[in-house]
């Protein structure tokens, strides 16, 4: 699987993880990261005004 616009390449995502404790190499490295990437792709935002920053929370009312 491939993901266009990677922001994190698997080089400092080794990187993070070994900060962390875990040793991979990198082949684990890609399919985590495409891993972690297929489940961002997928997640689907279910918040309502609670989960709205500040900027979105002062215009809320005014525009409703």
Do not use: H
């Not at 190499?25 to 890609?30: L, M, S, V």
């Not at 990261?33 to 215009?59: D, R, T, V, W």
Request: net charge positive; proline share 0%.
């Amino acid at each position: 699987m491939s993901f266009v616009e990677k922001k994190i390449s698997v080089k400092r995502s080794i990187n993070l993880l070994a900060k962390n404790g875990i040793q991979v190499d990198d082949n684990e490295g890609t399919e985590i990261l495409n891993f972690l990437y297929l489940i961002a792709k997928n997640y689907q935002y279910k918040g309502g005004i609670e989960s709205m920053n500040l900027k979105e929370k002062s215009n809320y009312k005014k525009v409703r």
